[in-house]
């Protein structure tokens, strides 16, 4: 396991001969400069609070992300982690530092990003396949080609068969696995995710993220994924960007070496342990007060 404050621009590990489709976003050809998929420079977030008055929350983070790579950040409650997220989706302004997308304003990316939180907020009323359909009617897309989609995604996430069933008769999985074929719907580029198994139980979210994994293997897609859970992380990631208590700052970037596809053996690999407890010891550093994860 190379852990390492890293530098250099990282290639996405080997994901098993998956072939990025998003590679024509990137069409220009091997000699033109390609901009990180993310690029954030001395990014701060400066909230103004009624009860803590001027609240600095994010303070000068800087960190790119490449086409195709699985990034996670893991970091104590409070550090600022979903304000990060939020800042790189468009819903938040940041107070100093440039974010791009693609070499754009996260603003200008709506239409490549998708994005899953904690909680699926599906529509109770809206059965399965037309809760995936949501943006086919946001963003104006065809809807004969739209649902199309929405099927072969629901197929892939194995909810086909629950097309027409209605939030309340899902479980907690089942209900997370139509919000990412939601944000899947208009084939994002880059899939932003908030801690999207954090209210799963333990057999749920090891199933999860294996489905992620495939999910990533086969379509090519840039993942960026805040998690409490270290092992969930080193599970996922090529890369974890490790961030201290607020202000929130990436202390650490470690490299994740371990082959793919991973499996549940995986985590009894010897690197797996060796990542999780470096990554352990740097939040246990100081004597500091013990963060929120797991
Ligand atoms: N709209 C807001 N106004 C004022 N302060 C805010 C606002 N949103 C977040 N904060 C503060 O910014 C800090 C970072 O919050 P954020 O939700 O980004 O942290 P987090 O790392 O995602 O937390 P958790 O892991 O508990 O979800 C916290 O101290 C929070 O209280």
């Not at 693609?102 to 809760?131: E, I, Y």
């Not at 197929?155 to 139509?178: D, H, I, T």
């Not at 944000?183 to 994002?188: G, I, Q």
Request: net charge neutral; hydrophobic share 40%; glycine share 8%.
């Amino acid at each position: 396991m190379n852990a390492r404050q890293a530098t250099a621009r990282t290639a996405p590990d080997a994901r098993g001969g998956a072939i990025p489709t998003h590679a024509r976003d990137n069409a220009a050809g091997p000699s033109a400069a390609v901009p990180p998929t993310i690029e954030v420079r001395g990014l701060s977030k400066t909230y103004r609070s009624k009860r803590e008055g001027t609240v600095l929350a994010l303070d000068d983070i800087s960190f790119t992300v490449e086409e195709g790579e699985f990034v996670c950040i893991v970091g104590p409650s409070g550090c600022g982690k979903s304000t990060l997220l939020k800042i790189l989706a468009g819903i938040v302004a940041h107070s100093v530092g440039t974010v791009a997308v693609r070499g754009k304003p996260p603003s200008d990316a709506q239409n490549r990003l998708g994005l899953v939180f904690q909680a699926p907020v599906l529509l109770p009323w809206r059965t399965v396949l037309q809760n995936t359909l949501l943006p086919a009617q946001v963003l104006g897309l065809d809807p004969k080609a739209a649902e199309a989609r929405a099927h072969d995604l629901l197929r892939m996430v194995g909810l086909e068969q629950f097309a027409s069933s209605y939030p309340n008769e899902l479980s907690g999985g089942m209900q997370q696995r139509c919000s990412i074929t939601r944000a899947l719907l208009h084939d994002p580029s880059i899939l932003l995710m908030d801690e999207p198994f954090g209210a799963l139980d333990a057999m749920t979210r090891d199933t999860m993220n294996l489905e992620l994994q495939r999910i990533w293997r086969e379509s090519g897609k840039t993942i960026f994924l805040i998690t409490h859970s270290i092992p969930e992380a080193v599970f996922l990631a090529d890369r974890v960007l490790v961030m201290s208590a607020r202000p929130g700052r990436i202390v650490e970037e470690i490299k994740v070496d371990l082959p793919r596809p991973r499996d549940l053996d995986t985590m009894s690999e010897p690197a797996f342990a060796e990542a999780v407890r470096h990554i352990r010891g740097l939040f246990g550093i100081g004597g500091k007060e013990r963060p929120h994860v797991d």
